[in-house]
């Protein structure tokens, strides 16, 4: 058996406004925890114009890995921008979307971590809440982004609780799950394709798994952060990575 390649979409950024031409960048840990995990990470470019090149690109690819990053344009599910929407990154949707697609089409497994969860339910029909504290009274807070003074990225924020009989249920177990919270967005309809399979304490979708056994896996919190706490946390990569791996004839 050969390593699975697994093929991560960057974030543009502009390292030096007017100085450097813009970039395409990704974090580091996205790329150990599929490395130590067996995968072969490939880092995409962001060229949602240049489909035939994109498509060369995934046709290469045995997974998708989905990484947080930048809110998802409200425009991509039909919704024009609420002051409380942050930054988003259209070329970043425009791909991302698109790999996703394809690979529902051919079932090629897919693992999604916070913004990840929310461009899948965006790319299949669903939409999300601009920012949950505004469109969502009585939420608990999620939005425990780092800062200078508190910048625990594996800061255990809530406990989510999983679905009997989902891949979530079989690789944290039925008991109550603490898990890191880095958003200020959530899924709000689900889409069509999708199941709920992870909640917060106060109904905030934390998981979606794929309705027909397609290895479609989704969380809102961040695993790569607790794969050295939580083995149920490297679970996640571990059966992502083997589901990706090519069978050799
Ligand atoms: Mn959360």
């Known amino acids: 058996m050969s390593r699975p390649v697994i093929g991560i979409a960057t974030q543009t950024l502009e390292a030096i ?4 031409p ?21 880092l995409i470019p ?40 942050g930054r988003t990154d259209p070329p970043r949707d425009a791909v991302e979307i698109q790999l996703i697609r394809w ?18 339910n965006v790319a299949l029909g669903g939409n999300l809440f601009q920012d949950v504290a505004s469109q969502r009274p009585g939420s608990i807070k999620h939005d425990y982004f780092p800062t200078k003074e508190a910048p625990a990225r594996d800061y255990l924020a809530h406990s989510i609780r999983t679905m009997q009989g989902s891949r979530l249920r079989a690789y944290l177990g039925e008991a109550p799950v603490l898990v890191n919270s880095m958003h200020h967005q959530a899924i709000k309809n689900l889409a069509p394709g999708l199941v709920v399979t992870a909640v917060a304490p106060d109904g905030v979708i934390e998981g979606v798994e794929g309705s027909n056994g397609h290895y ?34």
């Open 103 to 120: 690979s529902l089409v051919d079932r090629k497994p897919i693992l999604a971590v916070c913004r990840g969860i929310q461009v899948v």
């Open 216 to 249: 479609l896996l989704g969380v809102q919190w961040h695993p790569e952060e607790l794969t050295d706490r939580d083995g149920g946390m490297q679970e996640l990569f571990t059966s992502f990575v083997r589901a990706a791996t090519p069978v050799n004839p």
């Open 46 to 85: 962001l060229i949602p114009d240049d489909l035939s090149t994109l498509r060369e690109i995934y046709q290469r690819l045995d997974g998708i890995f989905l990484t947080g990053g930048v809110d998802v344009d409200p425009s991509q599910y039909g919704e024009h921008r609420a002051s409380y929407c």
């Open 17 to 20: 406004p007017g100085e450097l």
């Open 22 to 42: 813009p970039c395409w960048i990704m974090g580091q840990k996205y790329v150990h925890a599929l490395r130590s995990s067996g995968a072969i990470p490939w």
